[in-house]
């Protein structure tokens, strides 16, 4: 029905920089939010950051003023720049909707997706 396809992760030596994106498609109606969580080995899984469809934006304390998300309405595409990488920012990211799909689209009802996720390793 609906896809979450995640890029761009990988290894990266601490302090460098990485772009994660993710493409939404299928029976899409409008998309509220989109946006990264990630966990970490022996973690919960914890929101990074979202983009709501009117702009605004949600940045976790941990990552403010190193991650930037961006958002492309047109494209159905969400991105998390990831600058000043840490160790602990060592996790699996995944990409995360809310979507209102064509079928439900009268009643204005969203579903949440998730994407498959991407490992990030921030390591030396």
């Known amino acids: 029905q609906v896809q979450l396809v995640e890029s761009g992760g990988g290894l990266v030596q601490p302090g460098g920089s990485l772009r994660l994106s993710c493409a939404a498609s299928?029976?899409?109606?409008?998309?509220?939010?989109m946006g990264w969580y990630r966990q970490a080995p022996g973690k919960e899984r914890e929101v990074v950051a979202e983009?709501?469809?009117?702009?605004?934006?949600t940045i976790d304390d941990s990552v403010k003023g190193r991650f930037t998300i961006s958002r492309d309405n047109a494209e159905n595409t969400v991105s998390l720049q990831m600058n000043s990488l840490k160790p602990e920012d060592t996790a699996v990211y995944f990409c995360?909707?809310?979507?209102?799909?064509?079928?439900?689209?009268?009643?204005?009802?969203?579903?949440?997706?998730w994407g498959e996720g991407t490992v990030v390793t921030v390591s030396e």
């Open positions: 995360n909707a809310i979507i209102v799909t064509q079928d439900m689209a009268a009643y204005y009802y969203g579903t949440e997706f």
């Open positions: 299928g029976s899409i109606f409008k998309i509220v939010t």
């Open positions: 983009v709501r469809d009117d702009g605004r934006t």
